[in-house]
């Protein structure tokens, strides 16, 4: 078990271009989330999977953005034509549940997340 | 529209003290609260929840308060140590409605010196 990997660490990318992450959730979980944080805010909730299924998105998640779980494993992150307010942290998590409850909440499982930074 | 708010950015407490870190709410149908810590470069980890049916929970060096009437809950840390040393969010979650995101706080910076 090597914990949520995301790739990259970093991104550096001029205003205008497409950028995407890459998060591998911990191999059992069925569960994947996406969150963004900005400079002085607490994370903020973008999108969660269960297994390929999307199953609910924030209204952050606008048109530019786009995230995907394929095959139940991996799940991408894109953000098109990129704008200096997206530049923020990014953060995947995994748990492994079927439905939510108190024991198994506290199970999310961050990662270490992605900077993004929109020049 | 912060529904889940940590009024003090930083606290500073001397180790072996009682380090006490506050947040409140504003949506009443908040059905659990959690705690997690997060150090510099790395993910939040988990510390601590607490159901909206109870009013207390500990483990170990670290209790949590729920007060529903007054939408406000704390993390009590004692005694606190230099590892304690972090940022520590609050977040809240809609369990009754189905859902698991986490709606988090702001965050306080946790400095415990020697």
């Known amino acids: 078990d090597t914990g949520v990997s995301q790739d990259p660490r970093h991104k550096i990318t001029k205003r205008g271009q497409n950028v995407t992450f890459r998060c591998d959730p911990i191999?059992?979980?069925?569960?994947l989330y996406w969150y963004r944080q900005t400079l002085g805010q607490g994370p903020e909730f973008l999108t969660y999977?269960?297994?390929?299924?999307?199953?609910?998105k924030s209204r952050l998640l606008s048109d530019r953005f786009s995230a995907e779980r394929p095959k139940g494993s991996f799940s991408t992150l894109e953000i098109q034509r990129t704008e200096q307010g997206d530049s923020a942290m990014y953060l995947c998590?995994?748990?492994?549940?079927?439905?939510?409850?108190?024991?198994?909440?506290?199970?999310?499982?961050f990662g270490s997340g992605t900077r993004l930074t929109v020049v | 529209d912060q529904q889940v708010k940590q009024n003090s950015p930083s606290l500073s407490v001397q180790e072996g003290r009682i380090s006490i870190l506050n947040c409140d709410y504003t949506?009443?149908?908040?059905?659990?609260f959690l705690w997690y810590k997060k150090y510099p470069a790395e993910g939040p980890t988990f510390l601590i929840s607490?159901?909206?049916?109870?009013d207390k929970n500990e483990d170990g060096r670290f209790t949590v308060f729920l007060n529903k009437s007054a939408k406000h809950l704390s993390l009590h840390i004692v005694p606190s140590q230099p590892g304690d040393s972090a940022v520590y969010f609050c977040?809240?979650?809609?369990?009754?409605?189905?859902?698991?995101?986490?709606?988090f706080g702001t965050g306080t910076r946790l400095q415990v010196f020697p």
């Open positions: 191999s059992e979980h069925n569960r």
């Open positions: 999977f269960q297994n390929e299924a999307q199953l609910e």
């Open positions: 607490i159901s909206s049916i109870k």
């Open positions: 977040a809240a979650s809609l369990l009754s409605y189905n859902t698991d995101k986490l709606i």
């Open positions: 949506n009443s149908m908040f059905d659990y």
């Open positions: 998590a995994s748990s492994l549940l079927d439905r939510p409850g108190p024991s198994t909440l506290g199970g999310y499982t």
